[in-house]
């Protein structure tokens, strides 16, 4: 269905004078964790998995119980299997958002049914959730989009109202809070993302925090083809399998890189709100130009993107990258895309915003000095235009 062709604004090299969307952040710890990893027998899922597990879950969860995966779509999937998610079920979802939101629901023969975004804040339109819920309804989804917390009391209150069960797409929200609550600690299921351009990266890897601990047993299960390891390492081969499992567990390699991050966790998230807020004081906005995902009283921002808005996007886009700063829309509306079956839907907002939002780059190999040349540019566009 993505049947308009435009001009392709091609990569960035990396070289100097260039400044790139995303960088990976290494942390300065991670060689010394790694390489004590390879001096033991652990390079797989093993003790580093449990340590990372337990240090995540204290650090963002408020301890509740948890499981280390290959990645975040991992985690939803798991995710979606333990809260019952299956044939025929309907699950309401936001339109906007990376494809591995949805995918899994396609993997259970579920349906997604999209959700309009909040204008301002490329959220889900928490107003039209209820006027969504029919019989076939199993959960709703949420994703914290660029890291600032979605509206959870309202999704909370339509969610008790029909006995549905809440699943929070966390990739860009490690470290954001919602009235003082950390994001992670909420719902009946948390997904967070520690893919290679996150906050935290093991590589790829994911976490899912379980609200429910008799389902956390169940998930290190199916985690590991549906085999309770703990078992099986004591010799005790009489073990059935009565779900089916998959490969989806963290490595110690993983692991050992997430450590060394979650040391430096509170340094990181720091430095990108502060890169978030110099992007913010600077940026002058107009009638045509507009900064998205602020942050509110209720919420703290996580500052994993930086998106703005403009009636001439294409053209700003083109004369960024003429100056050397990468930028793109990263996300695109899933009902766009034909393996969704949904063809465009009539979502107003997201119709609006479509051709006008733009990611900027926000990374910890940034300076201040960068962000104040971006928005030099930007502004000096908008006077002009």
């Not at 969307?21 to 290494?26: A, M, N, V």
């Not at 549905?164 to 948390?190: C, M, P, W």
């Not at 893919?195 to 601990?213: E, F, N, S, V």
Request: with cysteine.
């Amino acid at each position: 269905m993505l049947d308009e062709v435009q001009n392709e604004i091609p990569l960035l090299e990396d070289s100097p004078g260039n400044i790139s969307l995303f960088r990976p952040h290494i942390p300065k710890g991670a060689l010394a964790e790694l390489q004590d990893t390879l001096n033991t027998r652990w390079i797989g899922q093993g003790p580093k998995v449990a340590k990372f597990e337990e240090e995540f879950s204290s650090r963002f969860c408020e301890s509740l119980p948890g499981v280390a995966v290959g990645s975040g779509t991992d985690a939803l999937h798991l995710a979606y299997i333990l809260a019952g998610v299956g044939p025929g079920d309907e699950v309401i979802t936001p339109v906007f958002t990376c494809t591995a939101t949805n995918i899994p629901l396609l993997y259970l023969g579920a349906r997604p049914i999209f959700v309009d975004v909040e204008p301002g804040t490329l959220n889900i339109k928490t107003d039209e959730l209820e006027k969504l819920v029919t019989p076939k309804t199993k959960a709703i989804v949420c994703v914290h989009y660029g890291g600032l917390p979605c509206n959870m009391d309202e999704i909370k209150l339509v969610a008790e109202k029909y006995g549905l069960q809440v699943i929070e797409d966390a990739a860009h929200a490690v470290g954001a809070r919602y009235k003082n609550r950390s994001i992670g600690s909420i719902s009946d299921f948390t997904m967070f993302s520690f893919q290679a351009i996150k906050h935290i990266t093991t590589g790829d890897g994911g976490y899912l925090a379980i609200k429910d601990p008799e389902k956390l047993e169940m998930a290190k299960r199916i985690r590991w083809f549906g085999i309770d390891r703990s078992r099986k390492q004591l010799g005790i081969w009489e073990n059935d399998i009565k779900e089916v499992g998959f490969k989806y567990q963290m490595t110690d390699l993983g692991a050992s890189m997430g450590l060394a991050a979650l040391k430096e966790f509170d340094t990181t998230l720091e430095y990108r709100r502060e890169l978030m807020f110099r992007y913010q004081n600077r940026l002058q906005e107009t009638e045509s130009f507009s900064v998205l995902s602020k942050e509110t009283s209720e919420t703290y921002h996580a500052a994993w993107l930086f998106t703005i808005k403009s009636n001439r996007r294409r053209d700003l886009q083109n004369m960024l990258a003429q100056n050397g700063i990468e930028t793109n829309q990263v996300h695109y509306r899933n009902d766009r895309y034909s393996i969704f079956g949904t063809g465009r839907l009539n979502l107003n907002n997201m119709d609006e915003v479509e051709d006008k939002y733009l990611v900027l780059p926000l990374h910890t190999q940034m300076n201040i000095g960068d962000v104040d040349r971006i928005t030099d540019l930007i502004n000096n566009f908008n006077m002009k235009n």
